[in-house]
């Protein structure tokens, strides 16, 4: 099993985690990939228009860091960057269907936590 790297956050990135999104770690990833390195408004369009599920809650938390950002630091959302978004397990509830003969087989619902790291770019 690999170990991923993540860079820790300094005191100019801005953070917004999403600890509850009702999707599979891979599902979320796919979207997480797309906006890695972009800008922040960049990001926020690539998302409004991909046809991805998962792409509304990834947005809400990128809205959030973005508001984070103004808030809370006083930067320019103009000068944002995505500097990193990455995807972990969460919880995983396991429900029960009934299936022929007395039978059951169990579906897994998984969970995943979501993070966006936003630095502020000179330009």
Not at 36 to 43: L, N, V, W
Not at 59 to 65: F, I, P
């Amino acid at each position: 099993m690999s170990k991923r790297l993540h860079i820790k956050p300094t005191s100019l990135d801005v953070v917004a985690k999403d600890r509850m999104v009702l999707a599979s770690p891979r599902k979320v990833n796919l979207v997480a990939k797309m906006i890695r390195g972009m800008s922040a408004g960049k990001a926020l369009d690539a998302l409004k228009f991909c046809e991805k599920a998962v792409a509304r809650d990834v947005r809400k938390t990128l809205l959030s860091a973005i508001a984070n950002a103004e808030t809370n630091f006083g930067l320019d959302m103009d000068l944002l960057t995505v500097k990193e978004a990455y995807v972990g397990k969460a919880v995983v509830l396991r429900r029960f269907m009934a299936r022929a003969k007395g039978s059951g087989a169990s579906i897994r619902k998984r969970f995943s936590r979501l993070t966006v790291v936003l630095c502020e770019t000179e330009g």
